[in-house]
């Protein structure tokens, strides 16, 4: 294990290209027997929350927030022609048809490969969210020397 | 050729301004006698595409999403204060005074350096493209697992 | 100081949460004791301007650009939800309660651990901005021959 090549990605977009990109290259080089983690933070937390809009906040701005940025995998708009949702709908369709996985697919994917979920512990705050509205896949919650100590012994590093 | 550095880029974006930095770095590795490839994929296709709309996409929600997505290497928007191509306007009057080249130049000058250019197998269909949409530079056409190759090979990875 | 790992980090974006992780990523990894150094070029420069709007900027074309790109540390826009300055505004406030550094902080943090503040030559004319623009934490202005020959000896490059 400690012998493999690693590939460490954070994932600070929550837009479903983006975040389709994060996991394309996250599953394939999983797949190439990689040690693979994914670190989410800022938007990119919105993949890993369990529900549209967290009623548990804990005070009225991070409610109002969590309103104004309601997220869940199967929500993520297009960071393009979103559109109310028209050009999203095209492209998850086109998702479909090409037979790119869901974004619910590639999280089972990944972890059937063995790639970690990380949630980023300083943005989960910021972001209007608390520790127990992200989905049973998250591995862990960590901060930024955590990805650091991950990103420096990595081959390939990017940020999404 | 095999002992040279390597730099890979990912250019998932299809702004003015995105696809310019990565030319820019692409370009100037080039000169520095490394081995470049520029892996294009979701919007950055867009920079590769040989018309503004796809009449030949093979069915009609890819027409639709192949309209709403018009591209073109001359038709980038910029990624903030396009405002109807006001803010562009203006961006390429201030790209062409300080003598920053525009796509299309800089994708002639990656050519001649030996950039590689190569457009992403697995989002082609998702953006509503077909084989044939492509400028002829384009070197080949290739996956998640050819860009993950080159990646782990190369001293500097950047996702744009 | 020449055997410190070094991580270095290209600036692009000018938005607050793309440049709140730009500075985490940086000020952690130089408490951490490694080389940093931050590149800003494209709309990140906004987050190196002394004022709002460039009264200076040489020409009228320049003055347009700059009065459509008002920029300054105080003033950048969240990526999503900017909303007239509405979610920026709940993010600022959830920042602040989080203990997030400010920019302006995490500017002076980043000084103090060492990190290098490297302003785009290509870029500061096609952003309307001319080289008295800028506050005096920049280091100094640099190319991207210069980014470059930082990138190939890092063991962390990002692009954000």
Same mark, same amino acid.
């Given at each position: 294990m400690a012998n493999k090549e690693k590939v460490t990605i954070v994932v600070s977009s929550g837009d479903l290209d983006k975040v389709s990109a994060s996991f394309i290259i996250a599953n394939t080089a999983a797949a190439m027997d990689k040690d693979v983690t994914l670190f989410f933070t800022f938007w990119g937390l919105n993949?890993?929350?369990?529900? *549209?809009?967290?009623?548990?906040? /804990?005070?009225?701005?991070?409610?109002?927030?969590?309103?104004?940025n309601r997220g869940g995998k199967e929500r993520l708009p297009l960071s393009k022609f979103h559109m109310f949702g028209i050009g999203t709908f095209l492209m998850k369709y086109l998702m479909k048809k090409y037979r790119m996985p869901s974004i619910t697919e590639a999280i089972k994917t990944a972890k059937e490969l063995g790639v970690k979920i990380i949630a980023c512990t300083?943005?989960?705050?910021?972001?209007?969210? *608390?520790?127990?509205?992200?989905? /049973?896949?998250?591995d862990s919650l960590a901060g930024a020397s955590a990805y650091l100590g991950e990103a420096l012994e990595s081959k390939v590093n990017l940020f999404i």
């Open positions: 993949v890993l929350r369990k529900s *549209a809009f967290n009623l548990r906040a /804990p005070k009225i701005i991070q409610k109002l927030f969590s309103l104004l300083t943005t989960i705050g910021v972001m209007g969210l *608390a520790k127990d509205d992200f989905i /049973p896949e998250v």
